[in-house]
Every structure is written in structure tokens, then in C-alpha cells.
């Protein structure tokens, strides 16, 4: 028997490491103020420091008390709502065609220059990559088409290191330049992959000596050296001379298999809850799997702080988009050359499905899993009526909040 799965319903969160450790951290480190409200969202969520609501079930008289939720894009308890509506809309742009899944990764020379310029860098591997992209699918050498196609970024590896990259879905052809027909990639074939990592290193590398002449990039700590501008064109050289690591894996074959990506990879956070393992003797083991040694489950035991350090590197800078359309997908064309390409296709269907923007959280959440929350967990007969709104107790972060059951 796997002794880690004996600690996983011992309900070790991340909310407990930053409530455990969090004031001492912030007490020794300097912190953003961007780091600052997400630790304390994180400690708040589903707390009575956010208020909440007492239901009453209306036939056995059962009372449950549910606290608000924090709703930060960073906390582990809150993407399941949001991922399935952001599903159930991404559902209407579905083709019937193969999907390839593509993935862009920045060499780890880059990693400290990224961390300290997180906006700028990571815009750059957005715009490097779909400019890649879109201008190679256009060549009639490889597809001779217009594509659409949705990037995620990811800044983590397994062990929560700096490993910043870019999570492609691109269907498997695309509409063609005359917007008549639609063209399909070669069967189980998008681009080369050589090429394509070519033209991503040549556009990102050249966006990055632009933002350094127009001095949009910050020089402090480890990369103070690179202000220096010899110093800065000497790493600039040796990343030239570097392959850059781009994967394609197999395309998925049904609509299904690309909505389970999605599910897997969209509001995806540093580390979930169900990694965790333990907390003992102020250390930290959670479970990684070691891509360099097989794909291998481990387990690895951090410093509190060393963990917390860790997890805090994947703050995205305030109202940074990390989920980005392009092509076909992008607003401005998805009523008008995606539905023509659903058309051309005979898949019209997906274009008519009902937005889930206006339902509310408990109507959506049935309808998407099947599990109606305001059904009474003891009776199973009656149903759950709120009686009581709870304020919220203590410091809260300042955002809106909504009820959770």
C-alpha cells in the first residue's frame, strides 16, 4: 500500500501552510503587494474571515453553514466552477477535426531574466509563439491556411521551479486564404518541428532585444550583470546557439479527448491540494513526478519556507491574461470565420449550445456534473434553504466573494 495515500484525506492544504507559516514569511521577506493579497485570499477562502451563509434543509430541518469563497485565480479550492463554465463555453468552438497539442518552452538561461519580468517576458512568449504559428500554417509549404488555435501559460515545473511555457490546442488544418474551403493538415502531421522552433527562437529573441533598447526590461539581483550591454548580447548569442525545446504530442482524435485536455491544463494552480502529503517538523513533502528519470512518481520534502518561496513565484502580475485566442478563435473572428468553418465542416451544433454566463453557480453546477448542491446531504429529499447571512469575521481581501456550498 502507498503510504502517501494514507495522508491525503488528512486534510493537508495550502491554506494551512500559509496560516502555519505565512506571518513569519512575510515577516522576513519583502513581498509584492501582489504576493501579499493572494496569500491572504488563500488563508481567507472559505473561512468565516469572508462570511458565508447558514442553510436550513426544508423537510428534515439538517443545518449546514457554507463560507464565501476568495475567487483568486491562484487559490487550489477555487478553479473547479470556473474551469467547467470556461469548458462549457469553449465547447461552442469545437471541430470536428484532429487537435494537435503543442508546447513552447523558454531555455533555462531565461528563467531569472523571466521571473524578474514576468510581464514582459511572458507577453513575448505569447507573441513569439503565435506569431510562429500563424505565419507558417499560412505558407502554402506547410498548410496554406488560416488556423485558430488557444495558448495557456504555465509557469511551474513538477518541483514548482521557474519553468515558464506555453500549453498550445491547435486544430489540425485551417480555412483557406480565400475563405472558401477548409484545408486539412496531413494525417497525424502539423508543422515540423524544427521549423517552428526556429522562427519561435529567431521572433522571440528578436522582441527581446527590442524591449531591452527601449529599456522595458529590469536588471536586479542575479541578472544585474546583464545590464550590461556586451554582457546582455553575449547571452543573446549563446541562446541563438541553442535548439529550443518545442513538443508536439499526438493529436486527440475526438472533440471529447480535447475538452479532457482542457479540463486538465486551463485553471490549472502551481500545486494542488492532493499533492500535498504532509507537514512535519516545519518541512513540507508533496508528491512531483520526474520527467528527467522516466515520468516517475517521487516525493520531496521542502523547508516551509523554501515551499511557500516556491509556490509564490507563480503569482502572475495583476490582470495578466494567461489563457489567449488567436486566428480563427480570437474574438473578432469566432462569430464569422469560426462558424464558417463549422459550416464548411457540417458542424453546426456546437454554435447554438446555451452560454452559461447568466446561470447561476448551483444551476451550472448540476447540469455540468450532475450533482445538485442544494439537494439535503442527510434527507436526500429536501432542499437546502438559506436562513442566515454571515458577516464576514476579521480581515478579508478586498474582492468580491461569492456563496460556495
Known amino acids: 500500500m502507498d503510504s502517501s495515500k494514507k495522508n491525503t484525506p488528512a486534510q493537508v492544504e495550502v491554506a494551512d ?18 504576493h501579499l493579497r ?19 434543509c426544508d423537510v428534515c430541518g439538517h443545518i449546514r453553514i457554507s463560507y464565501n469563497s476568495c475567487r483568486n485565480r491562484h487559490c487550489p479550492k477555487c478553479q473547479s466552477l470556473p474551469r467547467e463554465k470556461w469548458l462549457a463555453a469553449r465547447k461552442r468552438d469545437l471541430l470536428p477535426v484532429e487537435y494537435f497539442h503543442l508546447v513552447f518552452t523558454i531555455p533555462d538561461l531565461l528563467n531569472p531574466l523571466a521571473l524578474r519580468n514576468q510581464r514582459v517576458v511572458y507577453d513575448l512568449l505569447f507573441k513569439a509563439a503565435s506569431e510562429a504559428l500563424l505565419t507558417l500554417s499560412k505558407d502554402p509549404k506547410h498548410l496554406g491556411a488560416e488556423i485558430g488555435f488557444l495558448s495557456i501559460l504555465h509557469t511551474w515545473g513538477q518541483n514548482l521551479m521557474d519553468h515558464p511555457h506555453l500549453h498550445c490546442l491547435v486544430p489540425g488544418g485551417g480555412l483557406s486564404l480565400k475563405g472558401q474551403r477548409w484545408i486539412s493538415s496531413r494525417g497525424g502531421f502539423f508543422i515540423p518541428v524544427k521549423v ?22 529590469k536588471f536586479v539581483g542575479r541578472v544585474c550583470w546583464l545590464g550590461d550591454k556586451r554582457e546582455f548580447q553575449k547571452m543573446l548569442d549563446q541562446l541563438y546557439r541553442k535548439q529550443w525545446v518545442l513538443y508536439c504530442k499526438p493529436p486527440f482524435r475526438s472533440p471529447e479527448q480535447v475538452l479532457e485536455y482542457l479540463g486538465r491544463y486551463t485553471h490549472r494552480v502551481a500545486i494542488a491540494n492532493h499533492r500535498l502529503v504532509k507537514v512535519e517538523d516545519g518541512k513540507v513533502t508533496f508528491r512531483w513526478r520526474d520527467y ?5 512518481n517521487k516525493q520531496m520534502t521542502l523547508e ?3 515551499f511557500i518561496r516556491r509556490f509564490l513565484l507563480h503569482i502572475l502580475p495583476d490582470n495578466f491574461v494567461k489563457i489567449r485566442h488567436y486566428g480563427l478563435l480570437s474574438n473578432r473572428n469566432r462569430k464569422t470565420k469560426l462558424r464558417r468553418c463549422q459550416n464548411i465542416l457540417g458542424n453546426t451544433s456546437n454554435g447554438k449550445q446555451q452560454s452559461t454566463e447568466s446561470v447561476g453557480w448551483e444551476e451550472l453546477l448540476f447540469k455540468l456534473t450532475g450533482i445538485d448542491p442544494r439537494l439535503c446531504p442527510c434527507c436526500k429529499k429536501g432542499r437546502m434553504v438559506t436562513r ?8 478579508a481581501p478586498p474582492r468580491k466573494v461569492r456563496w460556495v456550498a
Open 17 to 34: 501552510l500559509f496560516r502555519q507559516f505565512g506571518p513569519a514569511y512575510r515577516q522576513s521577506h519583502h513581498l509584492p503587494l501582489g
Open 38 to 56: 493572494t496569500m491572504n485570499a488563500i488563508e481567507c477562502c472559505r473561512t468565516a474571515a469572508l462570511g458565508g451563509h447558514v442553510e436550513q
Open 292 to 296: 528527467g528519470d522516466g515520468n516517475k
Open 388 to 395: 442566515e447571512i454571515l458577516s464576514p469575521q476579521g480581515h
Open 196 to 217: 517552428l522552433s526556429r522562427l519561435f527562437r529567431g521572433k522571440f529573441l528578436f522582441y527581446l532585444k527590442q524591449s531591452y533598447r527601449a529599456g522595458k526590461l
Open 304 to 306: 516551509a519556507f523554501e
